[in-house]
């Protein structure tokens, strides 16, 4: 008999580059209907030649973020599976020299318009019995390492926002999972710089020459992967557990470093831990 089962669809930020790409890809090869959202117009029409539906979202922008999922439902009949928060982006630099303006900014982005489009998919979810959503953290929403304090915080306020909906969301049939990936081959790195560049007065910086002979090396020049880099799709083969498993784990870690940092978490006092992240 043919298979009558309705595909499933799920909306995914973020699909510009790296991980969120992946994953569409990913995802439309396991049969999924995949929205595959981005910030830029033209990259929704790059995604919409290779044949994904690509509503544009933009998190710091509301109506953005509302239309975007009006567009899905439309395209579904009101119902959507599965919502993937993924796009994000970092702002490297000392906590000392950033700006509280350059803080609410990484905010918007990183944890306000994620939380935006989640509390606009529960009652979707909540109304067709059943849902997945799947927060894409990182290892540095376990532990914080030197000149990276605002993605930290994002990462940081997005675990304990998620952890808290997952206890709070226990019955309703709607599941609720993280990914923390550690270091992955995306364009993370490179698209930081716009971000560093706009915020970070780092040469009247009482640590300029930490910037110049440190952070701006590893900022601009570093061209090898680092040492326990994977590629995206660790990330896509973590969220296809997470989203077809019947039981989804809480978390799904990526990479050595996310399994260590998470062991180091449980078992060392805070000022080993400071001094191993300190490095």
């Known amino acids: 008999m043919p298979d009558t089962q309705p595909t ?3 909306l995914i930020t973020g699909c510009s580059t790296g991980i969120g790409y992946d994953a569409a890809h990913g995802m439309r090869a396991q ?3 995949v929205f595959a959202a981005c910030r830029k117009p033209e ?3 790059r995604l919409k030649a290779e044949g994904f539906d690509a509503p544009l979202l ?3 922008d509301e109506d953005s973020i509302h239309a975007a999922l009006a567009e899905v439902l439309a395209a579904t009949g009101g119902t959507l599976d599965a919502l993937f928060n993924n796009g994000a982006y970092g702002l490297p630099g000392a ?3 950033l700006p509280t303006e350059g803080l609410r900014h990484i905010f918007e982005t990183n944890f306000f318009g994620w939380h935006t489009l989640t509390r606009a ?3 979707v979810m909540r109304a067709q019995g059943s849902g997945r959503i799947v927060q894409c953290s990182s290892v540095l929403g376990i532990v914080s390492i030197p000149w990276r304090g605002a993605y930290n915080a994002t990462k940081f306020a997005l675990e304990g926002l998620t952890d808290t909906l997952r206890i709070e969301m226990r019955g309703s049939g709607i599941h609720i999972c993280l990914i923390e990936p550690g270091p992955i081959k995306t364009n993370f790195r490179i698209n930081a710089i716009t971000h560093f560049e706009r915020w970070i007065d780092w040469e009247n910086a009482a640590r300029a020459t930490q910037y110049r002979d440190n952070l701006r090396k590893r900022l601009y020049e570093s061209s090898k992967p680092d040492r326990f880099e994977l590629p995206a799709k660790a990330v896509t083969d973590k969220l296809i557990h997470a989203l077809t498993h019947p039981r989804p784990r809480p978390r799904y870690y ?3 470093p996310t399994y260590m940092a998470g062991l180091m978490r449980r078992l060392l006092p805070t000022w080993a831990l400071d001094r191993v992240v300190g490095r």
């Open 43 to 45: 990259d929704c029409a």
């Open 254 to 256: 990526v990479t050595v």
């Open 95 to 97: 906590v000392e020299d």
């Open 8 to 10: 499933k669809s799920i």
């Open 31 to 33: 049969g999924w209907r």
């Open 121 to 123: 998919v529960i009652p």
């Open 58 to 60: 933009d998190y710091t």
